[in-house]
């Protein structure tokens, strides 16, 4: 039980610390291996029909996580803001298992 605690309280501090401190965002379009500092919200914006490649930036704000729809141009785009460091990659769902993968076999080891 004391090393679930433990396990439980480093993940949660690295987390915190990697949402504050230093935060980078990736700045490209299309595959990513740009990044720069960051002092608002990390930014993807996806095309709604997939036809134009993915663009990732920095604001200057911080906006709340989560995605909208914005029309520009006539053409619809999905526009997803995140708050943590270098979240704004399209291979987000695999970190997030990996992370996962590693917590559960620090607190169940054989």
Known sequence: ?????????LVLIALVSLSKADRRCYNCTG???????CD????????????EPE???????????????????????????CNTHRCNSSNLPLRFCLLLLLVLLLCFPK
């Open 1 to 9: 039980m004391k090393s679930l605690l433990l396990t439980t309280a």
């Open 31 to 37: 595959d990513c291996v740009s990044e720069d500092l």
């Open 40 to 51: 608002g919200s990390c930014m993807t914006i996806t095309h709604e029909l997939g036809d």
């Open 55 to 81: 663009v990732r930036s920095c604001l200057n704000e911080t906006k709340p996580d989560g995605c909208v729809t914005k029309v520009m141009n006539d053409q619809n785009y999905k526009v997803c803001y």
